[in-house]
């Protein structure tokens, strides 16, 4: 084993003797006073040190494209599909886990291992679908920050979309703060949009008994519930969370030994399983009110009508009317929260893909920048052309777009999971190699399905000549078969790439800590993820 350590010796990352390439390598030269250190010791007071990265990832799980989602789910069918909500949850947790684990355990994380392990011309196709994700997920923060103001302040909703432009410069004050600082942010935030659903709850009054039903007795009745359980299932696990999670973990300082490793994941999962709870208790509340709402016996025909068609600004309206003005503000304050943390993630994630895949560093103003134009302008062209039902449908494409683009993300986080070369001892078992591999078929057949079946319906309704149905079918069945081909390759292709940081064993972290002093071998949180700057990395040297 070698050591690889900065200038003064001290050490950082354990290295294999194989491949001594650090072109890559996470590392730094000093550490911080304001780095998060995890204790070298067994407590339960180490799960304080953790937290923080779930309430960030948790954000997508709440954010106004699934709120749409929930608001539609409990119009139409009341409490019926809230334990696709709990299936989900459940599904997301594993997942997302996965990813956590993937960055603590190798010090890289997922777009990172995508450059290091794909040849240039696929890694980069992998980093356009990553970035045409994000800029997707921005859409729905977008518009439903506009909504928000529109619903606080009356302003309208193209005005509202040039002014979320200014949330670059709320970001830009927050990124000197350090990760730390902003993650106590997003849990405020959280914490608000949670407060603000239960306020809800206590105007609409749900029934108890039927809620608990929809949790716990799967049904779907209807013609258009499969397909609205499908819309939940695939807007639960977003594409950038996954690069986002494996990176937000290695802010952390973590003894590098199969101890504080294993410590390292544990706390992670109860953490994430925390944050998620929460955003999953917020789905429930949306769907609850939103079914309480629309089957009361005391609404109007055009209440009754807006049930029908529920979007973000409808429901709004319809609040308004049915529990009163407190209860509409109480939701504009929930989705400004909601899109204004949803921006936050969705930027950082965006600065870890382009890092990761490219060793790009862009300035964050600059990125910042290059992202939200890239949302604002069709969300603004839609907004003063179409209205509030054209940013509501707006939405709803954005949401496709995710769903579309998740393989490229989750088989490569399922594929380096499962490897023993990137994870040594670490690697998933056997079990729940398969299980995981079950969840993340289900969702990639679930998404696959919604979009072939969305695009044949769109084929059979449309009102164009038979001629051009044709050709937009060949075009579209093309486009599908390269698709398909695309994950077939990520599954299929033998991972070659091994990780070169590796948990000391017991006996080699006592060696170790024998030769370096009394204190514990640490591996440094990335400079890049502590200061959410993304600086040049330097040079580090080789101590055998």
């Given at each position: 084993m070698a050591i690889t350590g900065s200038g003064s010796g001290q050490p950082q990352f354990i290295s294999s003797t194989g491949n001594r390439s650090f072109s890559n390598a996470p590392l730094i030269e000093n550490s911080d006073t304001n780095q998060v250190v995890v204790p070298d010791r067994r407590s339960w007071k180490n799960l304080f040190a953790y937290m923080g990265p779930g309430f960030l990832v948790s954000i997508a799980y709440i954010d106004p494209g699934n709120f749409e989602t929930d608001?539609?789910?409990?119009?139409?069918?009341?409490?019926?599909?809230?334990?696709?909500?709990?299936?989900?949850?459940?599904?997301?947790?594993?997942?997302?886990?996965?990813?956590?684990?993937?960055?603590?355990?190798?010090?890289?994380?997922?777009?990172?291992?995508?450059?290091?392990?794909?040849?240039?011309?696929?890694?980069?196709?992998?980093?356009?679908?990553?970035?045409?994700?994000?800029?997707?997920?921005?859409?729905?923060?977008?518009?439903?920050?506009?909504?928000?103001?529109?619903?606080?302040?009356?302003?309208?909703?193209?005005?509202?979309?040039?002014?979320?432009?200014?949330?670059?410069?709320?970001?830009?004050?927050?990124?000197?703060?350090?990760?730390?600082k902003l993650e106590f942010l997003i849990a405020f935030l959280v914490f608000t949009i949670a407060a603000c659903f239960v306020a809800e709850l206590g105007y609409a009054k749900p029934d108890a008994k039927e809620v608990t039903k929809g949790l716990f007795v799967p049904e779907l009745k209807g013609n258009g519930a499969t397909g609205l359980a499908i819309s939940l299932l695939g807007a639960m696990v977003m594409p950038h969370n996954l690069f986002l999670h494996s990176a937000l973990v290695l802010s952390r300082k973590i003894p590098r030994s199969v101890r504080g490793i294993k410590e390292a994941c544990s706390f992670y999962m109860i953490e994430s399983a925390f944050a998620l709870s929460v955003a999953f208790l917020i789905n429930?509340?949306?769907?609850?009110?939103?079914?309480?709402?629309?089957?009361?016996?005391?609404?109007?025909?055009?209440?009754?009508?807006?049930?029908?068609?529920?979007?973000?600004?409808?429901?709004?309206?319809?609040?308004?009317?049915?529990?009163?003005?407190?209860?509409?503000?109480?939701?504009?304050?929930?989705?400004?929260?909601?899109?204004?943390?949803?921006?936050?993630?969705?930027?950082?994630?965006?600065?870890?893909?382009?890092?990761?895949?490219?060793?790009?560093?862009?300035?964050?103003?600059?990125?910042?920048?290059?992202?939200?134009?890239?949302?604002?302008?069709?969300?603004?062209?839609?907004?003063?052309?179409?209205?509030?039902?054209?940013?509501?449908?707006?939405?709803?494409?954005?949401?496709?777009?995710?769903?579309?683009?998740?393989?490229?993300?989750?088989?490569?986080?399922?594929?380096?999971?499962?490897?023993?070369?990137?994870?040594?001892?670490?690697?998933?078992?056997?079990?729940?190699?398969?299980?995981?591999?079950?969840?993340?078929?289900?969702?990639?057949?679930?998404?696959?399905?919604?979009?072939?079946?969305?695009?044949?319906?769109?084929?059979?309704?449309?009102?164009?000549?038979?001629?051009?149905?044709?050709?937009?079918?060949?075009?579209?069945?093309?486009?599908?078969?390269?698709?398909?081909a695309g994950i077939a390759y990520l599954v299929l292709r033998k991972n070659t790439e091994a990780t070169h940081l590796l948990a000391l064993t017991a006996s080699e972290n006592q060696q170790m800590t024998n030769e370096q002093g009394n204190g514990p071998i640490y591996s440094l949180p990335r400079e890049d993820i502590v200061s959410m700057q993304l600086p040049q990395r330097s040079t580090p040297a080789d101590v055998d």
């Open positions: 608001l539609q789910a409990g119009a139409q069918y009341k409490y019926e599909l809230l334990w696709i909500i709990l299936v989900a949850s459940c599904a997301a947790l594993v997942i997302q886990s996965m990813a956590a684990n993937l960055g603590v355990v190798t010090g890289k994380h997922l777009a990172e291992h995508c450059r290091t392990e794909y040849p240039r011309v696929p890694n980069f196709i992998l980093w356009i679908i990553a970035e045409i994700a994000i800029v997707a997920c921005d859409i729905p923060e977008v518009i439903g920050t506009a909504f928000a103001l529109n619903m606080l302040f009356n302003i309208p909703v193209w005005i509202g979309v040039l002014l979320t432009g200014l949330s670059t410069l709320i970001l830009l004050a927050l990124q000197q703060y350090g990760v730390r429930v509340c949306v769907i609850s009110v939103s079914g309480a709402v629309c089957n009361s016996s005391n609404l109007n025909a055009e209440d009754q009508a807006s049930c029908q068609n529920l979007d973000l600004n409808e429901a709004s309206f319809l609040l308004r009317n049915v529990l009163g003005k407190w209860s509409s503000k109480l939701f504009g304050i929930a989705l400004l929260a909601s899109g204004q943390s949803s921006t936050i993630t969705g930027t950082y994630a965006g600065q870890y893909v382009m890092q990761g895949f490219l060793d790009l560093r862009l300035e964050p103003w600059i990125r910042n920048m290059l992202t939200r134009c890239l949302a604002i302008v069709p969300s603004l062209i839609v907004a003063v052309i179409g209205g509030s039902a054209g940013a509501g449908k707006l939405i709803i494409i954005a949401s496709m777009i995710l769903s579309f683009e998740l393989p490229f993300a989750l088989v490569p986080l399922l594929k380096f999971a499962s490897c023993k070369t990137k994870m040594g001892a670490h690697v998933n078992s056997t079990m729940i190699s398969v299980v995981t591999w079950i969840i993340g078929t289900l969702i990639m057949a679930i998404n696959i399905y919604y979009l072939m079946t969305g695009f044949i319906k769109l084929l059979l309704h449309s009102h164009i000549e038979i001629v051009a149905k044709v050709f937009l079918g060949m075009i579209g069945f093309s486009g599908m078969a390269i698709y398909l």
